[in-house]
Nanobody, 119 residues
Framework: EPQLVESGGGWVKPGGSLRLSCAAS????????MKWVRHPPGKGPEWISA????????YYKDSVKGRFNISRDNAANALYLQMNSLPPRDSGMYYC????????????WGQGTQVTVSS
């Protein structure tokens, strides 16, 4: 059974940076796209970023382009999200997610890690 465990969240002042990590297990990590999804307080979840299996092709929501960088280390079964120049609107619970088929691209989720951007 695939398992995903996020870490690295916390409180940061506006303009600061955080690096989120997602440890994966229970599946052949390097074969599958990985996603980061954010759930802001009081709003619905929103897709933030994704990366293909071999890590060569990243994708970003427009509002985070140029500030966020997604990467992965397939040897370590790890996914990362470097977040820079954070404004308060980037606050929320951040989840990594994946699916083992194109029919269910968001089948597996971690427990999330909270990011709070506030002065």
């Amino acid at each position: 059974e695939p398992q995903l465990v996020e870490s690295g969240g916390g409180w940061v002042k506006p303009g600061g940076s955080l690096r989120l990590s997602c440890a994966a297990s229970g599946f052949t990590f390097g074969l599958f796209d990985m996603k980061w999804v954010r759930h802001p307080p009081g709003k619905g979840p929103e897709w933030i970023s994704a990366i293909n299996g071999d890590g060569t092709t990243p994708y970003y929501k427009d509002s985070v382009k140029g500030r966020f960088n997604i990467s992965r280390d397939n040897a370590a079964n790890a996914l990362y999200l470097q977040m820079n120049s954070l404004p308060p609107r980037d606050s929320g619970m951040y989840y990594c997610a994946t699916g083992l088929s194109t029919v269910t691209p968001y089948e597996y989720w971690g427990q999330g890690t909270q990011v709070t951007v506030s002065s």
